[in-house]
């Protein structure tokens, strides 16, 4: 298992941070009307795409979600970029056509976020199968929530990474209440790791508020589907702090539950371990705190000097001339 060094230590404060305050401004900036549409916040689910993105190699595979901004940013992709695909301009990582719900930048190996539920875990199962019919070594890493697990496409998916042994790192992110509808009242088995376990897929349960927790356990499955050992499947136990979307008046769930969760914030359980080793104190956390605002407001730059697309061009990608036609 990888050593903790004060160095790596303080790049996964750093990415979750940068996660929390670029959310936070998008948040703001719906409430300006800059962003429209529907917006999906990652507040207090950071320490996954952070810890199982940390396991990765540059070239894998990675699908998302429509809440998969956190996954992004973590995975390179320039954060002017994701902005501006917010805002519905060109310059966005999807020209605009996305949205905050299909990010998408293929030189980053990110394959997207996808609005239906799961609607990607065929095509990341398709992925893997692909590299490995072509001695690829990648492994493909897929983040769904766990509403997936009530969707036909989740079990086809399992079943067929399963037979076939596709390289796939399932990674299912359980906030418990899927849209709006807790956990216990949707499904008869609540435990998902044992939905994948009755595929004969190595699974396991993992605090997904731990950054430390998830990376290791994303390296040892990382690790055994590399040696060949097919898809695994990490169940990670997580918390969103922040509505489904914006329109969501959160009518399902008490006020004291959510109070509770955040108190198990990942970003300030891990600041306080890094303070409890003398890697952080008030003057590191600060200069973090200015980089990452520094960061944002330059995206958010971007974004509001980009350009719409000409209205000359909205069936571009749309309709295509057969030639001879």
Not at 221 to 238: D, H, K, M, Q, S
Request: one cysteine or more; hydrophobic letters at 40%.
């Amino acid at each position: 298992m990888r050593q903790l060094t004060q160095d790596h230590a303080l790049e996964l404060l750093r990415q979750m941070v940068r996660i929390r305050r670029f959310e936070e401004r998008a948040a703001q900036l719906y409430t300006q009307e800059k962003i429209r549409g529907f917006l999906h916040l990652y507040i207090g689910e950071e320490a996954i795409a952070v810890g199982v993105m940390d396991a990765l190699n540059d070239d894998d595979p990675v699908f998302g979600t429509y809440r998969e901004h956190g996954h992004a940013l973590v995975r390179g992709v320039d954060p002017g970029a994701i902005m501006a695909e917010m805002y519905g301009k060109v310059e966005g990582c999807s020209r605009g056509r996305g949205g905050s719900m299909h990010l998408f930048d293929r030189s980053k190996a990110f394959y997207g976020g996808s609005a239906i539920v799961c609607g990607h875990l065929p095509m990341a199962v398709g992925m893997a199968l692909g590299d490995k019919l072509r001695g690829r070594d990648r492994v493909t890493a897929c983040f769904f929530g766990e509403g997936a697990a009530a969707e036909g496409e989740f079990h086809e998916s399992l079943n067929l990474a399963a037979l076939w042994g596709c390289p796939v790192l399932f990674c299912c992110e359980n906030n418990r209440y899927a849209m709006g509808t807790a956990l216990d009242r949707s499904e008869a088995q609540t435990d998902i790791a044992t939905k994948a376990s009755s595929y004969r897929i190595p699974a396991e349960k993992v605090d997904g508020m731990d950054v430390l927790a998830v990376e290791q356990a994303a390296r040892r499955a990382v690790a055994a589907i590399r040696e060949g050992g097919g898809p695994y499947f990490l169940e990670l136990e997580t918390y969103r702090f922040r509505a489904h979307s914006m329109f969501d008046p959160q009518l399902y769930r008490e006020k004291e539950e959510v109070e509770a969760w955040k108190a198990r914030d990942p970003i300030d359980l891990f600041s306080a371990t890094l303070r409890e080793r003398g890697w952080l104190d008030d003057e590191g956390m600060s200069a973090l705190e200015q980089e990452t605002e520094a960061m944002i407001d330059a995206a958010v730059a971007f974004a509001e000097a980009g350009t719409w697309e000409p209205v000359e061009e909205l069936a571009r990608d749309v309709y295509t001339t057969v030639e001879g036609e």
